[in-house]
């Protein structure tokens, strides 16, 4: 494709996105599925150009109201690169240069483009929420978490996240796992926390190459890799992913299991379950089952006090992934966090039945945000008093030791995340 062949296509993918109520990356495969004439490097420069936008969306959104403009997919993409330092000259002769390109701007185009010209994307009578990119009842609650280095974790946030895998330590040791891949031609180097990580040198495919498809790495965010290294699962142990998704925890868990013991991925969704267990399959997991959560299921109760750890990875709002999602940031409402955090109440109250007098009960969420997570656990800890709070111990770097795991884009190179260790007394 052509440079404006390709604007025109993420100009198409933005208008859909903008259409569509599902999260932007379901939306930009299905666009890319139906239009197979679309080469590799070609989506990539596309889906930077649309996730560029994503990310300004509300500074971007702000410059075209100040000036009169609506924000339509092209003035959108056309405000990110004149407020990013092309001249107008140069973003218009992009528009109608060749059969594919996009359409030739329009008199009121043009006007909205030259009050923008010579300005940056950032303005300072900005509100807080659009200069950090949010929704304005969020900007609270994260001043709250980071204080003074608020805009530095926002400004991390704002970067695309980098690819990190999970050595199977089932079929290959770190040092192997790099070698395999420094063969398919993909660089690697240890993370810094954990002691399973990897972390690609550039987004690259693994997903095609032989070390992916024999199983010796599995992609998962660093942060979640300590999350499973916080369960502490052992061989022989009986364990429950209670909200396992697509099994990524569940590979993490069966593995410092050594494929010993007994493992049980659970969730109220059969297509995820249904993924998870082709992943467990390519790594090489045999001590594990699943189980489908329904409405009147009698298994929780069959099966109280019987789990050694139970881990709830719970639906949360997503805000520690925005680098990953941009898109999330721009749908979540105050309604989507109180429905959340009741959601996360009922699925703790109905987890830790299955947790046996000295089990732990790992609380985990992929938010940064206060009621999802410190004032989640304090409400169920005044419910369920016979739990209590361990520390991090000493596989964890000192930074992070304490009563909760707390992880951040800025401080620790990871997605945002927060988990604790509930023990039930003995």
């Known amino acids: 494709m052509t440079p404006a062949g390709r604007l025109q296509a993420a100009i198409e993918l933005l208008g859909a996105i903008e259409a569509d109520r599902r999260p932007a990356d379901a939306v930009a495969n299905e666009f890319l599925r ?10 990539r420069d596309i889906g930077e150009t649309v996730w560029s936008v994503l990310r300004a969306r509300r500074r971007l959104g702000w410059w075209l109201e100040r000036i009169g403009a609506e924000p339509t997919p092209r003035l ?65 609650l994260l001043r709250a978490r980071f204080g003074e280095k608020l805009a ?4 991390a946030l704002m970067v695309p996240a980098p690819l990190d895998l999970r050595v199977n330590l089932l079929k290959a040791t770190r040092e192997a796992a790099i070698g395999a891949l420094a063969k398919a031609k993909l660089k690697a ?36 890799q300590l999350v499973a290294l916080l369960a502490d699962a052992q061989p022989g ?43 467990l399959r390519r790594a090489g997991v045999h001590n594990a089952e699943r189980h489908l959560l329904a409405p009147g299921d009698k298994w929780a109760k069959r099966q ?20 990953r999602n941009p898109d999330a940031r721009l749908r979540l409402t105050e309604t989507d966090l109180a429905e959340l955090t009741a959601k996360q109440a009922a699925i703790l109250d109905e987890a830790q039945r299955l947790v046996k007098p000295g089990g732990a009960l790992i609380y985990a969420t992929c938010s940064m945000l206060a009621p999802e997570n410190e004032d989640q656990v304090a409400a169920f ?29 800025a401080r620790d190179g990871t997605d945002g995340f927060f988990a604790c260790r509930l023990e039930r007394a003995a």
């Open 34 to 43: 139906t239009r197979r004439f679309i080469g590799g490097g070609d989506r």
């Open 76 to 140: 959108m993409v056309l405000a990110l690169m004149v407020l990013g330092g092309v001249t107008v000259h140069r973003a218009a002769s992009e528009f109608g240069a060749s059969r594919f390109a996009p359409p030739a701007l329009d008199e009121a185009e043009r006007r909205a483009l030259e009050k923008l010209d010579t300005h940056t994307l950032d303005h300072p009578n900005m509100p807080d929420g659009v200069r950090l990119e949010m929704p304005d009842f969020v900007v609270p």
């Open 152 to 155: 530095a974790e926002c400004a």
């Open 189 to 224: 180097e240890p993370t810094k926390l954990s002691p399973w990580g990897l972390r690609l040198a550039a987004r690259q495919s693994v997903t095609t190459s032989a070390p992916f498809r024999d199983g010796f790495v599995e992609i998962q965010d660093e942060g979640s």
């Open 237 to 279: 142990m009986r364990v429950a992913d209670y909200c396992a998704g697509a099994g990524g925890k569940t590979l993490a868990l069966a593995m410092t299991m050594q494929n010993k013991g007994h493992i049980i991925a659970c969730d109220v969704s059969a297509p995820r379950l249904d993924g998870a267990i082709k992943r």
């Open 304 to 323: 109280e006090r019987k789990f050694d750890v139970v881990l709830v990875d719970a639906p949360c709002t997503g805000t520690g992934t925005w680098r």
């Open 381 to 409: 800890l005044r419910r369920h008093p016979g739990f209590r709070v361990t520390k991090l111990g000493d596989a964890f770097p000192a930074h992070l030791r304490g009563d909760y795991l707390r992880l951040s884009p």
